[in-house]
């Protein structure tokens, strides 16, 4: 009964340590990196994509909630692709207002957000932003967060 134990412990360390090499960790050979953001999304060059945003729910006088944005842009022209890139702070900024006017102005608590309606801020903010159309706002993700209490 006493060899079992060394027998065991050697398939356990062989079981955890096939994967490994399979995928050449243990060979030297470098590791896969994980996906990108764009590389999940979508492999088309002109698609920018944007970080998450939020904007809090704001209804008298109090926060009922927070809604979280998802989304990236397509921009087919190289060169306004570019300038989209040098100015990212600002398209940033300017998108996080249009997010937040939408949550203060439009939107209301307990309701489903209007994806075409913050699109439509959005790609307005977007345009001016950049002074030329040619850049189309992509949602990928809208979330409302409800305020427990």
């Given at each position: 009964?006493?060899?079992?134990?060394?027998?065991?412990?050697?398939?356990?360390?062989?079981?955890?340590?096939?994967?490994?090499?399979?995928?050449?960790?243990?060979?030297?050979?470098?590791?896969?990196?994980?996906?990108?953001?764009?590389?999940?999304?979508?492999?088309?060059?002109?698609?920018?994509?944007?970080?998450?945003?939020?904007?809090?729910?704001?209804?008298?006088?109090?926060?009922?909630?927070?809604?979280?944005?998802?989304m990236g842009l397509d921009i087919?022209?190289?060169?306004?692709?570019?300038?989209?890139?040098?100015?990212?702070?600002?398209?940033?900024?300017?998108?996080?207002?249009?997010?937040?006017?939408?949550?203060?102005?439009?939107?209301?608590?307990?309701?489903?957000?209007?994806?075409?309606?913050?699109?439509?801020?959005?790609?307005?903010?977007?345009?001016?932003?950049?002074?030329?159309?040619?850049?189309?706002?992509?949602?990928?993700?809208?979330?409302y967060q409800r305020r427990q209490?």
């Open positions: 009964m006493r060899f079992r134990a060394p027998i065991l412990a050697a398939l356990m360390l062989a079981t955890l340590a096939g994967p490994a090499m399979a995928s050449g960790a243990g060979s030297g050979a470098s590791a896969q990196q994980p996906a990108t953001r764009q590389d999940r999304l979508t492999s088309a060059e002109s698609y920018v994509p944007v970080p998450t945003l939020s904007a809090g729910v704001l209804q008298r006088m109090s926060t009922q909630g927070t809604l979280v944005v998802d087919p022209d190289e060169e306004l692709r570019l300038r989209a890139r040098l100015n990212g702070p600002r398209l940033r900024d300017t998108l996080r207002s249009a997010l937040a006017t939408y949550a203060s102005t439009y939107y209301r608590d307990r309701t489903a957000p209007d994806p075409d309606e913050l699109t439509r801020l959005m790609q307005q903010a977007v345009d001016r932003t950049l002074g030329a159309g040619g850049a189309r706002v992509l949602m990928v993700n809208i979330i209490g």
